[in-house]
């Protein structure tokens, strides 16, 4: 009778919010088709010489620039055609889903964790400390993202390694600024209050008490994040300082069938697809899960 009485809150679980936030992402047919786009593209990723039917990268020039399997003078079992190198456009869409979601997912955590620890700082000490943190952010947000990534690329190097740190580190004044706003609405509540007033010291505080409750804005920006940094991506292998050839990329591969488009319009419309499905998904899903983990989060966001 004792736990009868209890408020539905303190006898909830954290496996019974996680099966609340499930469901409610997984309530509407759009989430499911957005959750198995992104699966398929997960699983390209890791194992993409068990999906793709094809080796990539290997060569066949009799068979340059042949449309697809299904049009009139496609040649079956090339279900999206072939490039100018007669390379199989879908074992490389396959194979450049790798480096797309590798570069964007590790971008986003670079982001991620300089901007939740700089948003921390600003929201939680405030003073001259949050003066210092916003005035860095609106200087980096000053300059157009494109053209400072672009600029850094350039003198740095397109190699793997530096384009996830550039991308990762234009991407932190956003998360800075959601985290600090989040805080700010929480580091008075009374639970944090109680906190301090037990002795708990100031890491403690932010650590156990402050981000877990922020958790929530985190997890949904930084899905939205993942759409960004995977156009961003493609914007710069499109324009030769990404990852270079003959690594497939989906923005490289749309850059290099823009010259034979009048001869083979697939090999850069099937990457371009590829890109705009992804990227739906990751938004129709991102929707999905904000409704989810808080329904009133536009109201913070």
Same mark, same amino acid.
């Given at each position: 009778?004792?736990?009868?009485?209890?408020?539905?809150?303190?006898?909830?679980?954290?496996?019974?919010?996680?099966?609340? @936030?499930?469901?409610?992402?997984?309530?509407?047919?759009?989430?499911?088709?957005?959750?198995?786009?992104?699966?398929?593209?997960?699983?390209?990723?890791?194992?993409?010489?068990?999906?793709?039917?094809? #080796?990539?990268?290997?060569?066949?020039?009799?068979?340059?620039?042949?449309?697809?399997?299904?049009?009139?003078?496609?040649? +079956?079992?090339?279900?999206?055609? %072939?490039?100018?190198?007669?390379?199989?456009?879908?074992?490389?869409?396959?194979?450049?889903?790798?480096?797309? !979601?590798?570069?964007?997912?590790?971008?986003?955590?670079?982001?991620?964790?300089?901007?939740?620890?700089?948003?921390?700082?600003?929201?939680?000490?405030?003073?001259?400390?949050?003066?210092?943190? !916003?005035?860095?952010?609106?200087?980096?947000?000053?300059?157009?993202?494109?053209?400072?990534?672009?600029?850094?690329?350039?003198?740095?190097?397109?190699?793997? %390694?530096?384009? @996830?740190?550039?991308?990762?580190?234009?991407?932190?004044?956003?998360?800075?600024?959601?985290?600090?706003?989040?805080?700010? %609405?929480?580091?008075?509540?009374?639970? @944090?209050?109680? +906190?301090?007033?037990?002795?708990?010291?100031?890491?403690? @505080?932010?650590?156990?008490?402050?981000?877990?409750?922020?958790?929530?804005?985190?997890?949904?920006?930084?899905?939205?994040?993942?759409?960004?940094?995977?156009?961003?991506?493609?914007?710069?292998?499109?324009?030769?300082?990404?990852?270079?050839?003959?690594?497939?990329?989906?923005?490289?591969?749309?850059?290099?069938?823009?010259?034979?488009?009048?001869?083979?319009?697939?090999?850069?419309?099937?990457?371009?697809?590829?890109?705009?499905?992804?990227? !739906?998904?990751?938004?129709?899903?991102? #929707?999905?899960?904000?409704?989810? !983990?808080?329904?009133?989060?536009?109201?913070?966001?």
């Amino acid at each position: 009778m004792a736990d009868a009485a209890l408020p539905s809150t303190a006898r909830s679980t954290p496996e019974s919010r996680l099966r609340h @936030v499930v469901r409610g992402t997984l309530a509407g047919w759009p989430a499911r088709i957005s959750l198995l786009i992104l699966a398929l593209a997960l699983a390209c990723a890791l194992a993409p010489e068990w999906i793709a039917p094809r #080796d990539g990268y290997a060569q066949d020039l009799a068979l340059r620039l042949l449309p697809p399997a299904w049009s009139e003078k496609g040649v +079956a079992g090339y279900w999206l055609g %072939t490039d100018q190198l007669g390379r199989d456009t879908l074992s490389r869409i396959v194979e450049g889903t790798r480096i797309t !979601l590798l570069v964007s997912l590790f971008a986003v955590l670079v982001s991620g964790l300089a901007g939740v620890a700089a948003g921390l700082a600003a929201g939680f000490y405030g003073g001259k400390i949050d003066a210092v943190i !916003l005035r860095l952010i609106d200087i980096q947000l000053a300059f157009p993202l494109i053209l400072l990534v672009i600029a850094v690329v350039a003198v740095v190097g397109p190699s793997l %390694t530096n384009l @996830v740190l550039v991308m990762g580190l234009s991407g932190w004044p956003r998360f800075a600024r959601i985290v600090r706003g989040s805080v700010l %609405t929480v580091r008075h509540l009374e639970f @944090v209050d109680a +906190a301090r007033a037990i002795g708990a010291s100031r890491g403690r @505080v932010m650590a156990l008490h402050i981000l877990p409750n922020i958790l929530s804005a985190i997890i949904v920006y930084a899905s939205f994040e993942v759409a960004r940094m995977i156009l961003l991506e493609a914007t710069l292998s499109f324009l030769g300082l990404g990852v270079q050839p003959p690594t497939p990329t989906w923005g490289g591969m749309i850059s290099d069938g823009r010259k034979y488009l009048n001869q083979s319009w697939a090999v850069s419309l099937s990457p371009g697809i590829a890109i705009a499905l992804v990227i !739906l998904a990751i938004n129709i899903f991102g #929707d999905a899960l904000r409704d989810a !983990l808080d329904p009133q989060l536009d109201e913070r966001l």
